[in-house]
């Protein structure tokens, strides 16, 4: 049974570091490969990158200076850290397992992470 | 970037045939996929690669287009489809996300 979960600190300081972890299980991460995606309160969804099934990275433009995923096969766990976070970062985050042409077949139920002093 | 425009919302009456319309700033072959949300959930994958159905999906749901103009049908509409629909590209970097259909039922 394919599942991811996500986890994390519900509330992070302005100009803090955000740390996530995703843990998955049913599939090998290097078989499939996992995105981040995240969702601002009442508003759409935003890509933030992926790990390749060959442990290599991609992030979306607007982000990349500030973000970072990895991953620990053994564990399999895929981490998302992003630095110098502002309020406008508020959002439930989530893992998604992505498949051939990279559609998002399985997503873990997300985590809500707030900006806030 | 690659925008992907989608109506805000739509209302229907069970029963009835209701096309979700996403249009791509520039091409994006047939790497163009479908989700559904529904309230205070994580999205799921109704269609992938523009007009295939994924497994476990019911053949209500359709998927079409290419190039720039996508739909996603759904045909006949039930109270269960009650949702925000949101495409998405994988054709260009960044892969992007269309601002979300609300699907509302009368």
């Known amino acids: 049974q394919v599942q991811l979960k996500e986890s994390g600190p519900g509330l992070v300081q302005p100009s803090q570091t955000l740390s996530l972890t995703c843990t998955v299980s049913?599939?090998?991460?290097?078989?499939?490969?996992v995105s981040w995606v995240r969702q601002p309160p009442g508003k759409g969804l935003e890509w933030m990158g992926v790990?390749?099934?060959?442990?290599?990275?991609a992030y979306n433009s607007l982000l990349k200076s500030r973000l970072s995923i990895s991953r620990d096969i053994s564990k399999s766990q895929v981490f998302l850290k992003m630095n110098s976070l502002q309020t406008e970062d508020t959002a439930t985050y989530y893992c998604a397992r992505g498949i051939r042409y990279n559609p998002f077949d399985y997503w873990g139920q997300g985590v809500m992470v707030t900006v806030s002093s | 970037d690659t925008v992907l425009t989608q109506s805000p919302a739509l209302a229907v009456s069970p029963g009835e045939r209701v096309t979700i319309s996403c249009r791509a700033s520039?091409?994006?072959?047939?790497?163009m996929h479908w989700y559904q949300q529904k309230p205070g959930q994580q999205p799921t994958l109704l269609i992938y690669?523009?007009?295939n159905l994924e497994s476990g999906v019911p053949a209500r749901f359709s998927g079409s287009g290419s190039g720039t103009d996508f739909t996603l049908t759904i045909d006949p509409v039930e109270a269960d489809d009650t949702a925000t629909y949101y495409c998405?590209?994988?054709?260009?970097?960044?892969?992007?996300f269309g601002g979300g259909t609300k699907l509302e039922l009368k």
């Open positions: 690669l523009a007009s």
């Open positions: 520039e091409s994006v072959s047939t790497l």
């Open positions: 790990i390749w099934t060959g442990g290599s990275t």
């Open positions: 998405q590209q994988s054709w260009n970097d960044p892969w992007t």
């Open positions: 049913g599939f090998s991460l290097t078989s499939y490969h």
